[in-house]
C-alpha cells in the first residue's frame, strides 16, 4: 500500500517520470523553430540524431576532418545573430558550437577541433534517448508547435530506422537558408573552452 501512495505523489510531482524531459524537449524543439523556421524532416532528424549520438560520424578521418575545418573557419563571415551555443536536448551530452559567433569572439580552430575529436572520440551510449526524443517531436508536429509535418516526419523514421539510424545531412533547403557552420561537442567541454 505505501508502494503505491508514493508512486501517486512522486508522478503527480513529476519525479520518477518523464513528463519534465518531455516539456524541456517541447521547448528546445520551439526554441529551434522559431530560429530556423524552414527545417525540414531531415533536420529535425539530425538535431534528435546529434542530441543523442553527437558527431562522432564527422570523423571518419581526423586529417580530413581538421582541414575541412579550417577551410570553413577562413571562409567564415563572423556577421551573425546565431547564438553561441546551441543546447540540443534537455538531457543531452552534447552542444553545438556556432563557429561565427564562435570566432567572432575570439575562439581559437584548433581548441575547437580538440575539443570536438575529443567528444567524436567518447562514443554515445543512446539507450532510448532516440526514441522519447522522437516522440517529443511527432507530438510537436501534431500540435503544430513546430512547422514540419507528422507525414514527413514518420516517413523519415521509417526509411532510417530501417538503416539503423544513420546521420544524414542537412536538408539542402536547410542548408541554403542557414548556411549552418557548427561543431558538435561534448557539454562538459564546454566549461574547459575560452570564449564560451
Known sequence: MKIIFWGIIL???GIGCNSQTESEH????KEQNGRYPAMEAEDWYK?????????????????????WLIREWEDLDTV???PLVEILGPDSMYARINLRPYKSAGGRSDEL?????????????PGDGFERYWQSLRDAAK??????????????????????????????RYSGLYDPAYR?????????????
Open 184 to 196: 558538435v561537442v561534448s557539454r562538459e567541454l564546454l566549461q574547459e573552452m575560452q570564449h564560451l
Open 113 to 125: 577541433f580538440q575539443a570536438f575529436l575529443q567528444t567524436a572520440n567518447q562514443g554515445a551510449e
Open 26 to 29: 517541447a521547448t528546445i524543439l
Open 143 to 172: 500540435k503544430r508547435t513546430i512547422t514540419v509535418s507528422l507525414d514527413a516526419l514518420d516517413s523519415l523514421y521509417s526509411i532510417m530506422s530501417a538503416e539503423g539510424l544513420p546521420a544524414i545531412h542537412h536538408s539542402e
Open 80 to 82: 551573425s545573430n546565431e
Open 11 to 13: 508522478t503527480t510531482l
Open 47 to 67: 538535431l534528435v540524431h546529434q542530441s543523442v549520438f553527437g558527431a562522432g560520424h564527422a570523423i571518419q578521418n581526423v586529417e580530413t576532418a581538421h582541414d
